[in-house]
């Protein structure tokens, strides 16, 4: 299976700030990664698909960038609504691994 | 519109079975590859269990391997997760989502395996 190495696994941030995230596969994935965010008790919600795709609906202060085996997710400037957790996934092959998470705190 | 709702989660003894319902709507499940994820409480996301849009190609995570079966009607819409044997450690958040060049996913239904 691919493994997918997310990093950090926390990370704490103030209103404003430009947050990264990022996202190593064990081996190339092509562009085939998808980017989610998790508020307790909720479902995952697609934020970026296709490794740099919007997600219609989805604010653009978020992006997607990366191929083959490094990605990254970057939140331009963080509001309120975006504390949450976020989950890189691969699916480029199966089973679609998922990172460990990010938790995006308040600094 | 894409919409998936999944059904069947409850609270089972260890040893029992339970089946996961996951009926869609807006698309053909023969059209799109087809998950079960599941999310224990407090922890990260897991794969369960991908069946491919043909239906032909079946896997199924270790842990579950033997245990969980996926199947799919088509005519009804809907995706299965015969669960059996149930384990303590199967408690979790399930939810079905579809793939292709995006994801789609359902609310989640819960399970908790508890005597």
């Known amino acids: 299976d691919i493994q997918m190495t997310q990093s950090p696994s926390i990370l704490s941030a103030s209103v404003g700030d430009r947050v990264t995230i990022t996202c190593r596969a064990s081996q190339s994935i092509s562009s085939w990664l998808a980017w989610y965010q998790q508020k307790p008790g909720k479902a995952p919600k697609l934020l970026i698909y296709k490794a740099s795709s919007l997600e219609s609906g989805v604010p653009s202060r978020f992006s997607g960038s990366g191929s083959g085996t490094d990605f990254t997710l970057t939140i331009s400037s963080l509001q309120p609504d975006d504390f949450a957790t976020y989950y890189c996934q691969q699916y480029n092959n199966y089973p679609g691994t998922f990172g460990q998470g990010t938790k995006v705190e308040i600094k | 519109q894409v919409q998936l709702v999944e059904s069947g989660g409850g609270l089972v003894k260890p040893g029992g079975s339970l089946r996961l319902s996951c009926v869609v709507s807006?698309?053909?499940?023969?059209?799109?590859?087809m998950s079960w994820i599941r999310q224990a409480p407090g922890k990260g996301l897991e794969w369960v269990s991908y069946m491919s849009s043909s239906g032909r190609t079946i896997h199924y995570a270790d842990s579950v391997k033997g245990r969980f079966t996926i199947s799919r009607d088509n005519a009804k819409n809907s995706l299965y997760l015969q669960m059996n044997s149930l384990r303590a450690e199967d408690t979790a958040v399930y939810y079905c989502?579809?793939?292709?060049?995006?994801?789609?996913w359902g609310q989640g239904t819960l399970v908790t395996v508890s005597s």
């Open positions: 989502a579809a793939f292709d060049l995006r994801a789609d």
């Open positions: 807006g698309f053909s499940l023969s059209d799109y590859y």
